[in-house]
């Protein structure tokens, strides 16, 4: 079947605990008796999660909560936590959902999603991995943004003028910004796409909101497996030891530090019609 490689690699990392997200959270203080103080170093920020609602915030590490209450960020596939995670079974976080259930949420559209966004849901899991915040789920169940907010096709609904341009949602990349895919642009291209960009809506197009653009689908699940870059518009571009690294765990919304062509390049397939003058919809009668 189409894909059947991307597949296996998609699952070996959404199924690993230790390299599933960007970064990976561990208990501080079994860092701290594995690896002593230094590991501050290492460690991105601290996180407690509330007894009430799930919910979790960020500490400093001055704060006065005791170390076995608070989880220590770190690098996806960072030694300390593949260690810390050894001895876990690898598992998706979420089952994957049916064929039956996979079905009923295209009718719901009125779309069919792409065949590998298909493979990935029903093969894969429902949703709880990927970049930024992590691929969105099908209902019923499976990972929601930002814990408590929409599942996909809630915010695909939720905006239809949105959806309506760039297509599926598939992550909240924070604050305003999500990954949508194209149901219709051969490929089905994935942008990068940011509400606040989007400062006129009566009068211009979602396309202005677009931040980046990957060339499809598969290239875009394929920089994720490998830690690349996902907002680089010229992965060839990219250095040796990024592209043949297992998984880096970089963060996948920075543009390559050696690389000042990232965004959205000339020919790209959401603003190559004419009828988008910076953003604006021209009027036919506008100079007449």
Request: one cysteine or more.
């Amino acid at each position: 079947m189409p894909h059947d490689d991307l597949i296996q690699r998609i699952r070996r990392r959404a199924w690993d605990p230790a390299r599933r997200h960007d970064l990976v959270y561990v208990p501080l203080d079994w860092l701290k008796r594995e690896y002593g103080e230094n590991i501050r170093s290492r460690v991105h920020h601290t996180q407690q999660t509330l007894r009430e609602g799930g919910s979790t915030m960020r500490l400093s590490f001055d704060d006065p909560t005791p170390d076995h209450l608070i989880n220590a960020a770190l690098e996806a596939g960072a030694f300390e936590a593949v260690k810390y995670f050894s001895d876990v079974p690898h598992a998706p976080p979420y089952p994957p959902i049916s064929e039956t259930d996979l079905r009923a949420c295209e009718q719901r559209i009125g779309q069919e999603l792409p065949q590998l966004l298909r493979r990935v849901y029903t093969e894969v899991g429902n949703g709880g991995f990927g970049p930024s915040y992590d691929l969105l789920s099908l209902p019923s169940g499976g990972h929601r943004a930002y814990e408590a907010g929409p599942d996909a096709l809630e915010e695909y609904e939720k905006r239809p003028e949105v959806s309506s341009v760039l297509g599926f949602p598939l992550v909240a990349a924070g604050c305003s910004m999500y990954w949508y895919v194209s149901l219709t642009l051969p490929g089905n291209p994935v942008c990068l796409w940011d509400g606040d960009a989007w400062d006129f809506p009566d009068v211009q197009s979602p396309k202005v909101g677009i931040v980046a653009i990957c060339s499809s689908l598969a290239e875009w699940f394929d920089r994720w497996v490998d830690g690349r870059n996902l907002e680089t518009s010229h992965p060839e571009r990219q250095d040796q030891q990024e592209r043949d690294g297992i998984v880096s765990g970089r963060n996948l919304e920075t543009s390559h530090p050696d690389d000042d062509s990232w965004g959205i390049p000339e020919n790209d397939p959401w603003l190559a019609a004419t009828e988008w003058e910076y953003g604006f919809e021209c009027d036919p009668t506008d100079g007449a």
